[in-house]
C-alpha cells in the first residue's frame, strides 16, 4: 500500500458522466476529482440536478462512468468485472438507503448479517453484537422490520452497512423519511462510527442540520464541485449555501 | 372513466402480455378444433354427395348385416338390372388393396382397390388419360398415386389384392372431380369380374348395387318384390345421408371431446387473468385512491377495470382466432407429413365459429376480472396519501375455517367412499369439495409450504432462504399461480393412473381367456381360398381351423353372429372346452354351440352401429333353447343349443357356432372370415414370421397372435390416455405461463429490492438463482398438489369400482409427470430471472 491508499479510502479521478446522446445530453458529472479521506464523515451537497446521487451511485460502483477512475482503497473498480465488482461492493462498501431497503422477510439480526450471509459467512459475534449495541438494537434483533419504527429501521440498516466493516459507507439521504428525533439518531451513530471505529463515511443530503454531522461537506453545482467546507456547523453551512446561491 | 381505462391499458400493454398470451392459447385451441372439425365435416359430407351423386336407388345388405361384412352375392346383380324401371345398376365394392415395390412391400399402405363401374351416370370417377379397365391385368390408377409412383399408361404394377399378389398394366389414370382419389389414401380400379375376383375372393359379392331409374319410387317397390329380404333397398337420398352420418359421425364425437378440453384450458386462463388483475389493482393501489380522492365513485372505478378486461380479451380472443386458424393449418401440414391426410383442406371459417369464440375468451377474462375489480372498488381515498400498498397476506380467519372445513371434509367423503359401502356416491361431492377446499384454502396451503420448505432453505445459504421467503410473501399470488398448474397436472395424473389400472386389469382379463397361438383375418372380403390352403402346409403349424361368420336375420328382426366350422379342427385349435351338451351332436349338424355366460343370455346391447335400425340378438346361453334364423331363401329355421362351452376369448368371438354345412344352410355361402392357428411346441415366433411373409401379398389380411384382443384393447387405453394427456397439456402450457406472469410481475414490484441486494453484493448468478429457485417452487407446489390430489381420486375412484381392480401405479409415468410440473417451474423462470438481473441497482435509490 502506498502512502496514498493509506490516506484516502476512496478517490475519484476526472469522473465524467453522460447520460443520453445529441440534443438530450446531459452531463451528470464532468471531470469530478475528490478523495474521501480514511475515518472522516463526508458530505456531499447540491440542488436536485447538481450530480451529487450520481457522483454517490459511481463511487459505490453502483453505476459507471463514462470518463475516469474511482479508485476503493487501491483497487481501479473502473477496471473490474460485473461478477468482481459486485464481490467488491459486498465487502467494501456499506449502504444506507433513504428508503432503508430492508429484507420484509427477514428478522432485524438477519437483515444486519445480510452481507455476510451472500458469502456465505457468519457474523464476528463480538464484532456483531458491538455492532448491535451501538445502534441500541440488542432487543429489538427477533423483530421483522414491519414491527419496527422507521428510526429502528433505519438503525438496523446502518447496523448492516457497519457489520462488514467496509472500506467506505455510502448514504443516500439516510434521514430522508425520518422525522427529527430518528434523524438526529442515526447522524449520531454515523458520526460515532466514524471517531470510534475510524469508518469512513460518505453522505448525500440536501438538509443542512444533517450536513452539519459530518467533518467535511462538498458542494456540488452542474456536474462539479463547486466549494468544500471543512468542520461546519448549521450556520456555516447555511451562510455557505447562500453565498453559493444554492 | 371509459378514457381512463383505454389510456391506461395503452401505458401498461406489456403487464397485460401473458393474460394475452393465455387467452390467445385458450382461444386459439378452440377455434382451431372448430374450424378443423367444421372443414372436415363439410369435406366429407361434399364427398359423399359427389361419390353418389347419380345414384336413385341402392341395394345392400341389411344395415345391421352390413356389420358382419354381409355383402349382396355377385348374381344379384343381373336380376337388379333386369328389373324394370332401371335404366343402369352396377356392382359398387371396394377393399385393401396396394401397389407393391420390388421387395414385395406396399408402397400405398392406405389405398383402396374398387370395382370400376362401366356406367358413366353412376360413375364419380372421370378418366384423366388411357382407357377404363375392362379385362383382367388392367388396373385404372388415380391421378395421386400414379405421380407418387410415377406410374404412366402402360408401366406394369405388382398388386396386393385380398386374393394375393397380382400383376397389371395401368390403362389409364382416373380423377374424382378436382381432387385425385375418393379413397384418402388412393384409389385402384379394376374392370368388375376382375374386381370381384381380385377383391372378394371365396365368394364373389359386392358391397352394395348402385341403381339410376327414372322412378325411383316404383322401382324401389319392383325391386323389393324380386330380392330377398336380407337384402335392403334404399332411396339415394337416404343412402347418401346415411353415408355421410358414417362417414362424418366421428366428427360430432371429435368437436365437443376437443371443445371440453379448450373450455378446461379457458379455465386455467381465468387463474392466469385473476391473478394478474390481481397484482394490477395492487401496483395502482395509489392511482385508483387517488382516482377515489378526486370523486370517483367505486362503480367508476370497478367499470374501469372491467373494462379493462373486457378490451383486453376482445383483443386477445380476435389474435386467437387467428392463431387458431393458424394453428389448424399446421396441424394438417404436420399430419401431412406423417402422410395423415385429414379430410377436407384449409380451414372452415364460420362466422358461428368467430363469434363464438370472441364471446368465450371475453366472457372468460371479463369474469376473472370481477373479483379485482371489485376489490379494487374498495380503495378508500385516504390510501393516496399513504406511503406504499400493504401486502395483505390473504390469512382470514374465515378463509382458515372454509378452505380447512372443504378440505378435511373432502377427504373424509373420499375415503368414506373408498371404505364404505355407498361406493361413487361420495366420489362427485369429494372432488368437489376437494377443489374448493383448494381454491380457498390454498394461500394457507401455499404459506405452509413455505414455512416447512424454510427449514431446509436455511441450511443452504441466504438466496434459497430468500427465495422460499419470496414465494411464501404473496400466499395468495402463489396459490393461485400453482392451483393453475394443479388442475392440469390433476387431470393428468387421474387419468394415467386411473387409466393405467383399468387397462392392465382389463387386459390379464382378456390375456387369461385366449387359447389359441395366431389368428388370421380377412377385411371383409375374407381370407383367400389359396392362404387358407398355405397355411395349413405352414412348416410349423400343428392346425389351423378356419371359421366363416356371418350376422344372419332372425325371425324377430335382430341380427345374430353364426359362425361355421369344422367342430372337430376348432378343438384342436382354439380352448373349446364344453360345460355341458355335446360337441358331437352340434358337429354332426344338429344343432348348435353356445358360450356358458352363467346362463345368462348375451345381450347384444343397443343398435348394430351407425345407421342401423335393428338390434343384435341375444345369444341364448342354455341348453334346449333354441334360435329362429331367417335363412337365404326366406323361410324360417330353428337351431337348437346342443352344447355349451367355457366362456374363452375365442369362443367369444364365435357367438352361436355351427358345423359347416349347417352354418351355408342356414346363412348362405361366406368366405372364411377367420382362421385361428395351433403351432406345435416351440414354434410361435418362427410361424408367426412365416405367416407374416405369407399374407404380406393379400392385401387386408391380418396374422395376429392369440392374445391380440388384450393388445389392441392395451394399444387403445394407451392411445386414449396419451390423447388425453396431450389435450390437458394445453392448460399445462397455460399455466406454465401463469408462473412467468407471476414471477414477472413480482420482480417488476420488487424492482427497488432487487436493487439493493445487488448493491450489497448479491451477484448476478445470486440474483438469477433466487428467481429461479423461486419459479421452481411454484412450481413444485403446485405439482404436489396436483399429482397428490389426482393420485388419491384416482386411488378412490378405480377402489369404487366393483371388481377390486388393483391400482398398480406406474411410478416412472407418475415421476415424469411431476418432473413436467417442476420442468415448467424452470422454464417458466427463464424469462424473468434474465430480466431480474438486469434491474440497475440504482433503482434501490427510487423513492417509489
Known amino acids: 500500500m502506498t502512502d496514498a491508499t493509506l490516506q484516502w479510502a476512496a478517490q475519484v479521478l476526472g469522473a465524467t458522466k453522460v447520460y443520453g446522446t445529441g440534443e438530450a445530453e446531459v452531463r451528470a458529472l464532468d471531470g469530478v476529482t475528490v478523495g474521501f479521506e480514511r475515518g472522516r464523515f463526508t458530505a456531499i451537497m447540491g440542488p436536485s440536478g447538481s450530480g451529487k446521487s450520481t457522483l454517490m451511485q459511481c463511487t459505490a460502483g453502483l453505476d459507471r462512468l463514462t470518463a475516469g477512475q474511482v479508485l476503493i482503497g487501491d483497487v481501479d473498480i473502473t477496471r473490474l468485472s460485473e461478477k468482481q465488482l459486485t464481490l467488491l461492493r459486498r465487502q467494501k462498501i456499506g449502504f444506507v438507503f433513504q428508503q432503508f431497503n430492508l429484507l420484509p422477510t427477514l428478522s432485524a439480526a438477519e437483515n444486519i448479517a445480510f452481507p455476510l450471509a451472500l458469502a456465505g459467512r457468519k457474523p464476528e459475534r463480538d464484532w456483531m453484537e458491538h455492532v448491535v449495541a451501538t445502534v441500541g438494537l440488542a432487543d429489538r434483533l427477533r423483530h421483522k422490520p414491519s414491527e419496527l419504527s422507521g428510526g429502528q429501521q433505519q438503525r438496523v440498516a446502518v447496523a448492516r452497512a457497519l457489520v462488514e466493516r467496509p472500506e467506505i459507507v455510502v448514504a443516500d439521504e439516510p434521514t430522508g423519511n425520518l422525522d427529527s428525533r430518528a434523524s438526529a439518531e442515526i447522524l449520531t451513530f454515523m458520526a460515532d462510527a466514524v471517531s470510534q471505529f475510524g469508518q469512513t463515511v460518505v453522505m448525500v443530503t440536501h438538509d443542512p442540520v444533517s450536513a452539519a454531522y459530518a467533518d467535511r461537506i462538498l458542494f456540488l453545482a452542474d456536474g462539479r464541485i463547486v466549494d468544500e467546507l471543512l468542520q461546519p456547523t448549521r450556520e456555516s453551512i447555511l451562510a455557505r449555501m447562500g453565498r453559493l446561491g444554492l | ?848
Open chain 2, 1 to 848: 372513466m371509459l378514457r381512463y381505462a383505454l389510456t391506461t391499458l395503452r401505458a401498461n400493454v406489456t403487464r397485460f402480455v401473458a393474460t394475452a398470451l393465455a387467452v390467445i392459447i385458450g382461444v386459439g385451441f378452440l377455434a382451431a378444433g372448430l374450424m378443423l372439425t367444421d372443414a372436415m365435416r363439410v369435406a366429407l359430407s361434399g364427398n359423399v354427395q359427389r361419390q353418389y351423386a347419380g345414384v336413385d336407388v341402392v341395394v345392400e345388405p341389411a344395415a345391421s348385416l352390413a356389420e358382419f361384412g354381409a355383402s349382396v352375392p355377385a348374381d344379384v346383380l343381373s336380376e337388379v338390372a333386369a328389373t324394370p324401371g332401371v335404366t343402369a345398376a352396377a356392382g359398387e365394392l371396394s377393399a385393401t388393396a396396394a401397389i407393391l415395390d420390388r421387395t414385395g412391400a406396399s408402397s400405398t399402405p392406405r389405398a383402396k382397390g374398387r370395382a370400376w363401374i362401366p356406367e358413366a351416370q353412376l360413375n364419380p370417377l372421370t378418366i384423366e388419360a388411357g382407357r377404363a379397365p375392362t379385362a383382367d391385368g388392367e388396373v385404372v390408377v388415380d391421378r395421386g398415386t400414379a405421380a407418387d409412383n410415377d406410374l404412366h399408361v402402360g408401366s406394369t404394377v405388382r398388386l396386393g389384392t385380398p386374393a394375393g399378389p397380382s400383376s397389371a398394366t395401368v390403362v389409364g389414370i382416373s380423377g374424382f372431380g378436382r381432387t385425385d382419389s375418393v379413397d384418402p389414401g388412393g384409389t385402384l380400379s379394376f374392370a368388375p369380374a376382375t374386381s370381384l375376383r381380385l377383391l372378394s375372393p371365396g365368394s364373389p359379392a359386392w358391397n352394395a348395387i348402385l341403381v339410376a331409374a327414372k322412378d325411383p319410387a316404383t322401382t324401389m317397390t319392383a325391386l323389393r318384390h324380386t330380392l330377398p329380404q336380407s337384402l335392403e333397398i334404399t332411396s339415394g337420398h337416404d343412402f347418401r345421408a346415411s353415408q355421410q352420418d358414417a362417414d362424418a359421425g366421428f366428427i360430432d364425437l371429435l368437436r365437443p371431446v376437443l371443445q371440453g378440453f379448450a373450455y378446461l384450458a379457458l379455465f386455467v386462463c381465468g387463474f392466469v387473468i385473476f391473478n394478474t388483475f390481481s397484482v394490477v389493482v395492487t401496483q395502482r393501489f395509489r392511482e385508483l385512491a387517488l382516482i377515489r380522492a378526486v370523486g370517483g365513485t367505486p362503480g367508476q372505478v370497478r367499470r374501469s377495470l372491467v373494462l379493462e378486461g373486457a378490451v383486453v380479451g376482445f383483443v386477445s380472443s380476435a389474435v386467437g382466432v387467428a392463431f387458431g386458424a393458424a394453428l389448424a393449418v399446421a396441424l394438417q401440414a404436420v399430419l401431412g407429413a406423417f402422410d395423415i391426410k385429414l379430410p377436407g383442406s384449409g380451414v372452415a371459417l364460420s362466422t358461428g365459429t368467430v363469434v363464438l369464440c370472441l364471446v368465450v375468451g371475453t366472457v372468460v377474462t371479463v369474469l376473472s376480472v370481477i373479483v379485482p375489480a371489485v376489490r379494487a372498488g374498495r380503495t378508500k381515498p385516504v390510501e393516496a396519501m399513504r406511503d406504499a400498498a400493504v401486502d395483505r397476506s390473504g390469512a382470514s380467519i374465515a378463509r382458515a375455517v372454509i378452505g380447512g372445513a372443504c378440505l378435511v371434509a373432502a377427504i373424509v367423503l373420499l375415503l368414506a367412499d373408498r371404505f364404505g359401502t355407498a361406493s361413487g356416491w361420495f366420489l362427485g361431492p369429494g372432488s368437489l369439495l376437494l377443489f374448493v377446499g383448494l381454491v380457498v384454502g390454498g394461500p394457507l396451503v401455499a404459506r405452509l409450504f413455505a414455512s416447512l420448505l424454510r427449514i431446509p432453505a436455511r441450511r443452504s445459504g441466504v438466496t434459497a432462504r430468500l427465495a422460499v421467503d419470496n414465494a411464501g410473501r404473496n400466499p395468495k399470488r402463489t396459490a393461485t399461480t400453482a392451483n393453475a398448474l394443479v388442475i392440469g397436472l390433476f387431470l393428468v395424473t387421474l387419468v394415467t393412473v386411473s387409466g393405467d389400472a383399468l387397462k392392465t386389469w382389463t387386459v390379464e382379463r382378456i390375456n387369461a381367456l385366449s387359447s389359441s397361438d395366431f389368428i388370421v383375418t380377412g377385411d371383409r372380403s375374407g381370407v383367400a381360398p389359396d392362404l387358407v390352403a398355405q397355411m395349413r402346409t405352414t412348416k410349423g403349424v400343428a392346425d389351423i381351423g378356419p371359421v366363416s361368420q356371418a350376422g344372419v336375420l332372425t325371425t324377430s328382426g335382430e341380427v345374430a353372429l353364426v359362425s361355421g366350422a369344422d367342430i372337430d379342427e376348432l378343438r384342436r385349435t382354439t380352448g373349446l372346452e364344453v360345460r355341458s351338451g355335446s360337441l358331437e351332436d352340434v358337429a354332426a349338424g344338429r344343432g348348435a354351440a353356445v358360450t356358458d355366460l352363467g346362463g345368462a343370455s348375451t345381450s347384444g346391447g343397443g343398435g348394430a352401429g351407425p345407421g342401423s335400425d335393428r338390434s343384435i340378438a341375444a345369444t341364448p346361453g342354455r341348453l334346449g333353447e333354441s334360435i329362429e334364423l331367417v335363412s337365404p331363401d326366406g323361410s324360417p329355421v330353428g337351431v337348437d343349443v346342443l352344447a355349451t362351452l367355457e366362456p374363452k376369448l375365442d369362443t367369444l368371438l364365435l357367438g352361436t357356432l355351427l358345423d359347416r354345412e349347417r352354418f351355408t344352410a342356414v346363412a348362405g355361402e361366406h368366405p372364411v372370415t377367420s382362421v385361428f392357428v395351433r403351432v406345435e411346441p416351440g414354434q410361435a415366433e418362427a410361424v408367426g414370421r412365416r405367416l407374416d411373409r405369407l399374407v404380406a401379398t393379400h392385401a387386408g389380411t391380418q396374422v395376429q397372435p392369440g392374445n391380440f384382443i388384450g393388445e389392441i384393447v392395451s394399444q387403445i387405453f394407451d392411445f386414449l390416455i396419451g390423447a388425453v394427456n396431450a389435450l390437458l397439456g394445453m392448460s399445462v402450457v397455460i399455466a406454465l405461463v401463469g408462473i412467468v406472469n407471476t414471477i414477472t410481475l413480482s420482480i417488476f414490484e420488487r424492482r427497488r429490492e432487487l436493487g439493493m441486494l445487488r448493491a450489497l453484493g448479491m451477484t448476478r448468478r445470486q440474483v438469477a438463482w433466487m428467481v429461479r429457485t423461486e419459479a421452481v417452487l411454484i412450481g413444485l407446489l403446485g405439482t404436489i398438489i396436483g399429482v397428490g390430489a389426482g393420485l388419491l381420486l384416482g386411488w378412490v375412484m378405480i377402489g369404487s369400482l366393483p371388481g377390486h381392480i388393483p391400482l398398480n401405479v406406474n411410478w416412472t409415468r407418475l415421476a415424469l409427470i411431476a418432473l413436467v410440473g417442476v420442468l415448467a417451474g424452470v422454464i417458466a423462470s427463464i424469462a424473468p430471472a434474465r430480466r431480474a438481473t438486469r434491474i440497475e441497482m440504482v433503482e434501490a435509490m427510487a423513492t417509489t
